[in-house]
């Protein structure tokens, strides 16, 4: 882990964002259906760049694709393109498209509009779950448990404890550190300020939402569209 990045860099202005758990469960699993294959997304989490969170459109388009088809598929593929930045004070529409409706595979595309334009595309496929002697997957890396891994807040607070520490790093320190994030990140091997170390062009890490998410998408077989501690893979 490199030394944090100059936080005029990194951080804006923007207001605080809501309650985490309002923010999850009525954005992310629960979208207004306005028609058929037409929904509406209304609340956000903005981080400090005032500017609408990627992860969170991607999950909703998710979210909305997976309306449109049968609960014995799961998806298995999903490309995404970000086109235009998002505006947090305006509804984001998702159009979903059928392509493809078949007896073992699904493919939808689904695009978000603000404005009455494209901020993202997606195509999605679908698939029912079958038997295969290939197997495509990397196996797990041995790597400690993310309760053995130093989280975000004490992850801050060791840089801030180095009494060498740039004054414009340190406030900007304590402005992340101040902030409510919705997704818990855990650095599986981090650098400690007083011990930098060269490392490999790749990182690990343990990723998991924060607070409840729901269970609507857990019932039907297709995936959460949030995040937990993963165990089997990546």
Known sequence: MSPPQDPEDEQ????????????LVTSVLNLEPLDEDLFR?????VPSTERLFGGQIVGQALVAAAKSVSEDVHVHSLHCYFVRTGDPKVPVLYQVERTRTGASFSVRFVKAVQHGRPIFICQASFQKAQPSPVQ???????VPPPE???GREDFIDQFLRDPELQERYRVGLNRIAAQEVP????????????QLKKMEPKQMFWVRARGYIGGEW??????????????QGT
Do not use: C
């Open 148 to 150: 053995e891994v130093v």
């Open 12 to 23: 804006g202005g923007g207001d605080p964002p809501g309650d985490l758990r309002s923010v």
């Open 136 to 142: 495509h997957q990397f196996s797990m890396p041995a």
């Open 183 to 194: 997704i818990e990140i855990k650095v599986v091997n981090p650098s400690t300020p007083s």
């Open 218 to 231: 857990g019932s039907d077989g297709n995936p959460h569209v949030g995040l937990s501690w993963g165990r």
């Open 41 to 45: 997304g209304t609340h956000y989490w």
